[in-house]
């Protein structure tokens, strides 16, 4: 069995790769509310989106219950800094990227097979089984945050 | 049957070599005196076809892999330089592209004939489990290489495909960076697909050697599915089995060569030609025709793991079938009721195969789970119970008895034919209704210069388009795979050299760094490519109102649209192969000032009548008298359209010309001796019958 374990873990991520995908620090002062950017991080892309009043009313007014993957959007974004959705622009689905501000419930929109984000990232229509993933993030500061 | 040989060569030397290692002996009794039932029908030709595709594959593959690099900021260019500047590269990718669709269609037909004729059964059990472990091999092996080229599709594809593994509880999403070397499929996994994808062929060489080892220690099955008794009942492989051989594999030769000489990219997706871009998904992830029978069933289980589970199953299963279906009968020949099952199975496989390349959604997804259900019921229900119930009609008492008696039941083919009726007239039924969906959308077909098999570049067309690239598309798009030395060209829009080099030295390209370790400009040179308009992406995406303007180099083979059912049938026949130049022209000339009623286009798009969505970011390029040709061609946007695309066209394919004229030699040349081969083979069997 010893033997065989360097055959096998020589497929993990090598130390560069592990290296690379160390935390990141993103600056969100140039994000206008309404607005979005995409960044990646490990070979994932990783939307910020800064939400209007109307969004997060949106998000915050649909009873949790009636969701198939039932969540508060308090549960999904970071005390105080209620303006900031930080998600895994992944469709939980069959991998594809949704496209943010379409669709019909202000949020995110995956062209392969139709499913349907709010603007919590939470799913509201379509094949997809989850909410998109909130990836680990803390704020280093009130504009800028630490994602991994 | 091949038991130890008494052949002996003649000549000293080769008996001193067959004294020490008797490999003429084997070969002598494994390929010449075996013997094989006299009764065998073509479809008993596809083993050796098959043999031959290994080779065919395994011999492009180690060639192409002399000139490609597992990289993945170089690995879409490198097979683009493969299919441009390496003598007969396009060839040799071709071979390699559709032949591995060519290896697939004659393993089904082999595999089908086995499920049709009880190859399967006692004493063949190993044989067929053996044959199942190639099939999974290839589909491996398969799905490695698709990952290769780097294109939308290749990543897209090896994306969800590992993805599968995260189905696996507890280990899933480890097993999953394993698989991958990092944290999504990037370059560590394009490096290890390369490796494993050099590698499988060759162990599918190995199981190969075993498939044929069982197959002579229990000799072959035949459509009468009675063993050989007597000398009688066979003929010797050589020549009998060898002529028809050959002569199967020339006829599957010309259908291969139609493909690589003339339909190179009828079973390719066109999102692969454009490079694998981790941030942008396209709309329809949609694998290789030949796994998407198992692709709908995947999809078609709502659970992730469940869907996972049953598309293995459903190859596993085979490897199950001698102890599912316990008929002493082998050949369907003598069995009524699986005769017809059989046959259905078949359209289920079909039919799967084609809700496989379907979204996913409504109608689509029932269907599949319906269909799903039939297949497992076909080995899970039918054949257990067929083996009890079912009254076959007696066999011959021997090959030789049925050889002579000619027999044949006629109401059977009746059957299969009524059932490809109906499912060919639902299928038309269906791309009829999406027909009528999309009318408006699609790009009307235009006469091209190009299309058919005699099809040649207009030089004039060519000429005039590098001008309209020149004074307007290169504003915003590069053409980055396109280089000054392409333009004189055989093929190509016939400038001579001294013009190339004239024409490379209007550019300035930037060089360096020099002796003082400085970047300069300098004028072009013929050996340089078409500069790019903007240093980076980011630059062009802000000067382009966030949109990116593709490269233009491949855009006529990155585009295209659906053809439908029964159309795309024809399309094979007819070589239709336009649907890119179609639309590229549409495109040009599709845009309008105002949208229709009840259409709004976001601020900074322009509505345009044939682009997906109607909104793109382009503003209309060309308009009347905007370049001038020197030859007196009238200056209108119709006749620009038609140009540029003709360029566009060139780009993308800059051996079309070389690759239809090779064609059609290789063409008359592969008939004639087809012909020859037929005749051959008819005095060689004379006797025989």
Known sequence: ?148 | MSGPSDYQPTNPTLRWIERRLPIMGLMHSSFVAYPTPRNLNYWWTFGAILSMMLGVMILSGVILAMHYTPEATMAFRSVESIVRDVNYGWLLRNMHASGASMFFLAVYIHMFRGLYYGSYKEPREILWILGVIIYLLMMATGFLGYTLPWGQMSFWGATVITNLFSAIPYFGESIVTLLWGGYSVGNPTLNRFFSLHYLLPFVIVGVVVLHVWALHVAGQNNPAGVEAKTEKDTVAFTPYATIKDLFGSCCFLILFAWFIFYMPNYLMEADNYIPANPGVTPAHIVPEWYYLPFYAMLRSIPNKLAGVVVMFSSILILAFLPWLDTAKTKSCKYRPLAKQFFWMFVVVGVLLGWLGGKPPEGIYVIASRILTFCYFAYFLIVLPLLSRIEKPRPVPNSIADDVLAKTGSRSAPMVSTVIMLAVAGALFAGSAQNARAEEEMVPPSQQWSFSGPFGKYDRGALQRGLKVYKEVCSACHSLSYIAFRNIADPGGPGYSEAQAAAFASDYKIKDGPNDQGEMFERPGRPADYFPSPFPNEQAARVANGGALPPDLSLITKARSYERGFPRFVFDFFTQFQEQGPNYVDAILQGFEEKPPAGVTIPEGSYYNKYFPGHAIKMPKPLSDGQVTFDDGSPATVAQYAKDVTTFLMWTAEPHMEARKRLGLQVLVFLILFTGLMYFTKKKVWADAH
């Open chain 1, 1 to 148: 069995m010893a033997t065989l374990w360097p055959f096998i873990s020589q497929m993990n991520p090598d130390a560069s790769t592990i290296a690379a995908g160390a935390p990141i620090e993103v600056d969100l002062a140039p994000i206008a509310e309404g607005q979005d950017i995409k960044v990646f991080w490990r070979g994932k892309p990783i939307y910020i989106m800064n939400r209007t009043k109307k969004q997060i009313d949106e998000a915050r007014s649909v009873p949790v219950s009636s969701l198939p993957d039932p969540q508060s959007d308090q549960a999904r974004v970071k005390e105080g800094h209620d303006q900031w959705l930080v998600v895994i622009g992944i469709c939980t689905h069959l991998g594809c990227i949704p496209i943010a501000h379409e669709g019909n419930y202000d949020g995110f929109f995956c062209p392969c097979h139709g499913s349907q984000y709010d603007s919590s990232g939470r799913i509201r229509q379509g094949p997809a089984p989850a909410n998109l993933a909130v990836p680990p993030y803390q704020f280093v500061s009130a504009s800028k945050i630490q994602i991994g």
